[in-house]
C-alpha cells in the first residue's frame, strides 16, 4: 500500500515534470494560453463584483453565450465515445491506439461544461445546494438536477479510466480487466446520456416551443459526432506533427469516416427540423423566422446562423468528396463543421428560444466584451488542460517515461524491511 | 539507506536530463510567482464585491427545513441587512398560509384600459429594483381582433390610454397548479404554498435562470445588477419569501402580495386598478367575488395549451 503510495506520488512528480518540459514552440502556446485564461477569470471576477449585468442578457433572453458554448461542448465530450465503441465494441486496434486521447479529450471538455455552468449562475456562492445530499437536489424531476449527475458522472468515469490505463502503461504492467472494461462501456451509454439530458433540458420546455421539438436529442448526437471527432482529427495532427508519438494516416481516415456520416445525418435532420417549422408556418415558426430571416426588422441572428449553414454546406461537400481523404482539405473540413457547429448550436440553438419572448416581445442579444472574455478564458483553460495530459501522456504511450527508466523505480523501502524488484 | 545516497539513474533518451532539470525548475519556479502575481492582479476586481456570504448565511438551510429558532434567526439577520443597507427600520415576517384559503386571480380585458398603474403599485409594494427597474407586471397592448400575444407590444410610449384599436392585457406571475418553474428548479428553491402562491426561497435561489427558461408567461425576471432602492422609496413592512429587497443574482416573480393577501388584505395592483379591472380572492369560498367571476363570466386561460393550469384568469364582461 505504502509503496503503491510512493510509487504514485512519483509518478505525478515525474508527470508535473514532464509539462515542464518542451522547446519554445509549447512554452509560447501554454504561455498564450495561460494569458488568455488569465483574462477570462479577470473578466469573471468583474462580474462576480457587478453582477450578471455585465453580460448582455436580460429578463427577456435569459441565458446567452455561456449556456450556448456549454452546449456544444456537451457535444463534444461525448463524442470520445465514437473512438471508444470501434475501439472496444467492434475491436478496432487502429483506433484502439488513439482511443485514450479522446478520452481525455472528453476530461478537459466537461470540465469546460462544468465551468460554463458555473460563470452562469447569479449565486455561485450557493454552489452547495446543487450537490446531492448536501443541498436541496431536485431530482427526479429537475432535468437540470439529471445533468448535475451525469456530466459529474462521466467526469469521473473518463478521469478513472485514463488515469488507471496511463499508470498502467507507465507501470509497464498489464492493465486488469475488471477495473477499466466495465467502466469502459458504462461511458458509452454515460455520453449518449449527457447528450440526451442536455437536450432534454430543453425539449421539456412546453413554453418555448422552438425547444419542444422531439428532433433535438438525435441532432445533438449527430453534431456532436461530426464536431467531436473533427476535434480530434485535428488534434490528432497536432500530436502527429510535433510529438514523436505516431499516429496512422488509417486512424484519421477512419475518423474521417465517421465525421462524414455523422454531417450527413446532422445536416439531413436540421433539414427536417426547418421544413417542420417554415412549411407549416404556424404562430410557433416566429424563433425560427428570427434565426433565419429576422423578425419585424430584428436580424441580429441572421448573419450568424447563414454564416454556420455556409460552413457546414462546404464541409459537407468537402467530406464528401475524395479531395477530403488528403489530410490538408480533411483539416479544412473539420475546422470548417467545427465552426459551423459551434453556431448553429450554439447561438443558433439557445438565443432563438427567447426572441420573441413567451409574450411576444422581441429584445434582442448581444454579448458583451466581458462575457466574450470569460468564454475565451474558458476555452482557453480547457485547451491548456488538455495539453498537459497529452504532455503527460505521449511520452507514457511513447514508452519513454516509463517507471523502470526513472529514479522512483530505484528507491528502496525507507524501512528497508520489503525491498522492491530485486 | 536514505533516499538523497541514490544517484538518478542514466537516461539516454535525455542525455542533458540533470541540466535541464535544474535549469528548468529554476524556470519554473519564476513562472510559478510569475503565474500567481498575474493571476492575484486577475483577481483584482473580487476586492469590490460586497455581498460575500457571511458564515451564518453560507450555512443558512432551506425555508422548509429551517426550525422556529432558526427562521427567527434569519428573519432578524434580513432586518438587520436591511437596516445597514438602506438605514430602514422593516419588519420583517413570515405569514403563513392561512387555513381554507386558495387564491386565485381575476382580470376584466375588457375594462383594462392600459395606464400602468398596477405596475408601479407592485414596484413600490414589493421593493423591487428601481435601478436596473425590476417589474413583475408587463402590460400586453393589443391589437383588437386577435388575442395572440405574439403580436402584441409591451413596450408602448402613448401620451394617452387607451389607444384606438387597441385593448390591453396585463400578465403576470399565472401561480399555476402544474408550475413548470417548479419542475425546473434543480434546488428547489421554488414551490407552491398550500394557498397556491409559488413562493421562492431568495436566499436558496443559485440563479440559474432554468425557472424563466421554463415560464410561458415570461413572469420571472433576474436581479442582474445589485438592487437599488431609495431609503425613502422602502416598504418596511416585509415577508421572507414575499417583498424583502432581493440581492443581485437571484430570480424574483409575483407572489400575490403575500405580505399583505395573507393577512386580508388585497393585493397592490388591485387596490390601485382605477377602473377595476383586477379581481382577488380565495376560490376554496363558493360566494367570494373571485368564485363568483369565474362562475358566471366568459373566462379566458391565457396559454391553456401549455396545461400549466394557472391561478390567474382572463374575463370578458359582455
Redesign the interface.
Known amino acids: 500500500m505504502f509503496e503503491e503510495l510512493r510509487d504514485y506520488s512519483v509518478f505525478v512528480l515525474r508527470a508535473l515534470r514532464e509539462t515542464l518540459l518542451g522547446d519554445w514552440r509549447y512554452f509560447a502556446w501554454m504561455t498564450a494560453l495561460a494569458v488568455v485564461s488569465l483574462l477570462g477569470l479577470n473578466a469573471y471576477a468583474k462580474q462576480l463584483a457587478y453582477g450578471l449585468v455585465t453580460t448582455g442578457m436580460s429578463s427577456e433572453v435569459s441565458w446567452g453565450l455561456y449556456i450556448a458554448n456549454f452546449t456544444f461542448l456537451v457535444g463534444m465530450a461525448a463524442a470520445a465515445v465514437m473512438l471508444v465503441i470501434p475501439a472496444y465494441v467492434y475491436g478496432d486496434h487502429d483506433l484502439h491506439d488513439v482511443v485514450i486521447l479522446g478520452e481525455l479529450l472528453a476530461v478537459a471538455v466537461i470540465v469546460m461544461c462544468l465551468l460554463f455552468v458555473t460563470v452562469d449562475l447569479g449565486r455561485p456562492d450557493r454552489f452547495t445546494h446543487i450537490i446531492p445530499g448536501i443541498g436541496k437536489f431536485n431530482w427526479p424531476m429537475s432535468m437540470l438536477s439529471w445533468d448535475v449527475i451525469v456530466l459529474n458522472g462521466y467526469l469521473a468515469l473518463n478521469a478513472h479510466i485514463c488515469g488507471y490505463l496511463i499508470y498502467c502503461e507507465y507501470k509497464g504492467t498489464k492493465p486488469t480487466r475488471l477495473f477499466y472494461i466495465p467502466f469502459v462501456f458504462v461511458a458509452i451509454f454515460w455520453a449518449i446520456s449527457i447528450h440526451t439530458v442536455t437536450a432534454f433540458l430543453y425539449v421539456g420546455l412546453g413554453g418555448r416551443p422552438y425547444w419542444n421539438s422531439a428532433i433535438i436529442a438525435p441532432r445533438f448526437l449527430a453534431s456532436a459526432f461530426t464536431a467531436g471527432p473533427g476535434f480530434i482529427i485535428i488534434a490528432l495532427q497536432v500530436i502527429r506533427r510535433f510529438t514523436d508519438y505516431k499516429v496512422k494516416d488509417a486512424v484519421l481516415l477512419k475518423l474521417r469516416m465517421i465525421v462524414q456520416v455523422s454531417m450527413i445525418i446532422n445536416v439531413f435532420l436540421l433539414f427536417c427540423e426547418l421544413f417542420k417549422e417554415f412549411y407549416t408556418d404556424s404562430a410557433h415558426v416566429a424563433s425560427a423566422k428570427y434565426l433565419f430571416f429576422g423578425l419585424h426588422g430584428y436580424n441580429g441572428l441572421v448573419p450568424w446562423i447563414w454564416t454556420a449553414m455556409a460552413l457546414n454546406t462546404v464541409a459537407l461537400g468537402l467530406l464528401m468528396l475524395p479531395a477530403s481523404k488528403s489530410l490538408k482539405y480533411l483539416d479544412l473540413a473539420c475546422a470548417l463543421s467545427i465552426i459551423g457547429i459551434w453556431i448553429e448550436k450554439g447561438m443558433g440553438l439557445i438565443i432563438p428560444a427567447f426572441i420573441p419572448t413567451p409574450v411576444g416581445d422581441i429584445v434582442e442579444y448581444n454579448p458583451t466584451l466581458n462575457e466574450w472574455l470569460v468564454c475565451a478564458g474558458i476555452w482557453a483553460f480547457g485547451m491548456l488542460l488538455y495539453t498537459v495530459f497529452l504532455k503527460i501522456t505521449i511520452p507514457v504511450l511513447t514508452g519513454r517515461l516509463r517507471r523502470e527508466s526513472g529514479a522512483g523505480w530505484k528507491l528502496s523501502p525507507i524501512l528497508g524491511s520489503n525491498p522492491v524488484g530485486e | ?3 538523497s545516497d ?1 544517484s ?2 542514466e ?1 539516454p ?1 535525455l542525455p542533458d536530463s540533470r541540466t ?2 535544474r535549469s ?2 529554476l ?2 519556479g519564476l513562472a510559478a510567482l510569475g ?1 500567481v502575481g ?2 492575484a ?9 460586497d455581498d ?2 457571511s458564515f451564518e448565511e ?1 450555512f443558512q438551510k ?1 425555508y422548509k ?1 429551517l426550525s422556529k429558532e432558526e427562521m427567527a434567526a434569519v428573519l432578524e439577520r434580513t432586518r438587520v441587512r436591511v437596516k445597514k443597507k438602506f438605514g430602514v427600520d422593516a419588519t420583517v415576517g413570515d405569514p403563513k398560509p392561512i387555513e381554507g384559503v386558495e387564491f386565485a386571480y381575476a382580470l376584466n380585458i375588457g375594462r383594462c384600459v392600459g395606464c400602468r398603474k398596477c405596475v408601479y403599485a407592485c414596484m413600490k409594494e414589493n421593493n423591487q429594483s428601481r435601478e ?1 427597474q ?1 417589474q413583475y407586471i ?1 402590460v ?1 397592448k393589443m391589437k383588437k381582433g386577435s388575442i ?8 408602448y410610449e402613448d401620451e394617452t390610454v387607451p389607444t384606438k384599436d387597441h385593448y390591453y392585457m396585463p ?1 403576470q406571475c399565472h401561480q399555476c397548479r402544474k408550475a ?1 418553474c ?8 421554488t414551490w407552491q404554498e398550500p394557498d397556491g402562491i409559488i413562493a421562492i426561497d431568495y436566499d ?7 425557472c ?7 413572469a ?7 438592487p437599488k432602492i431609495k431609503p425613502e422609496e422602502i416598504n418596511t413592512n416585509m415577508s421572507y419569501l414575499g417583498n424583502r429587497p432581493k ?5 424574483e416573480k409575483c407572489h400575490f402580495c403575500m405580505q399583505r393577501t395573507r393577512k386580508g388584505q388585497y393585493p397592490a395592483c388591485v387596490e390601485v386598478c382605477p377602473t377595476g379591472s383586477r379581481k382577488f380572492g380565495n376560490i376554496l369560498d363558493p360566494e367570494s367575488e373571485i368564485s363568483k367571476i369565474l362562475e358566471t363570466k366568459r373566462v379566458y386561460i391565457l ?1 391553456e395549451e ?3 393550469l394557472p391561478r390567474f384568469y382572463y374575463y370578458f364582461d359582455v
Open positions: 539507506m536514505s533516499i541514490e538518478p539513474p537516461r533518451e535541464v532539470s528548468t525548475f524556470q519554473a503565474a498575474a493571476t492582479a486577475a483577481l483584482e476586481p473580487l476586492k469590490k464585491v460575500y456570504p453560507f432551506h427545513e436596473p425590476v408587463r400586453l395572440n400575444v405574439e403580436s402584441s407590444q409591451h413596450l400578465v413548470p417548479v419542475k425546473a428548479c434543480p434546488v428547489q428553491a436558496w435561489c443559485i440563479g440559474c435562470r432554468y424563466m427558461a421554463a415560464c410561458p408567461y415570461g420571472r425576471v433576474f436581479n442582474f445588477a445589485e440581492k443581485k443574482g437571484v430570480v396559454k401549455v396545461g400549466t
